[in-house]
């Protein structure tokens, strides 16, 4: 879905069927944020017509390039259920909302000196009961 320069979309790839189904999600009112690549997020913003009020649910987030994550609302009635604080108010869509995810240094970070042992994958046990 993002261009090889990772600073806009690809238009051969993401097209206007991809905006109206992030925009169909986002628009649900048990869905209370969508990540995506900040490449998508920019191509949104510019591409977005009409009430665009759903824009402010999506958030620009790494890993995103081909994919998307809805993170729903906790069920009324759902004590165990951990909440997102809510969101700053706006489109998220001003050039100053999205510039850190465009900085070369977030582009194109270094790796690090010493490369992170890898997380040992959840066991069923620790899963949360419900």
Not at 77 to 101: H, I, M, N, V, Y
Request: aromatic share 8%.
């Amino acid at each position: 879905m993002v261009r090889d320069d990772r600073l806009d979309i690809d238009p051969r790839v993401f097209t206007s069927g991809h905006v109206l189904v992030i925009r169909d999600a986002a628009r649900e009112p048990a869905v209370q944020r969508i990540f995506v690549n900040p490449a998508i997020k920019k191509a949104l913003c510019r591409e977005a017509k009409g009430d665009r009020s759903w824009l402010s649910k999506i958030r620009p987030w790494w890993g995103h390039d081909y994919h998307f994550h809805i993170r729903m609302r906790c069920p009324a009635g759902s004590p165990a259920c951990e909440g997102q604080k809510p969101q700053a108010e706006g489109e998220g869509c001003k050039p100053s909302d999205l510039a850190f995810w465009f900085k070369d240094s977030v582009l194109h970070p270094k790796p690090p000196p010493k490369p992170p042992k890898p997380r040992p994958p959840m066991t069923l046990a620790q899963m949360p009961a419900d």
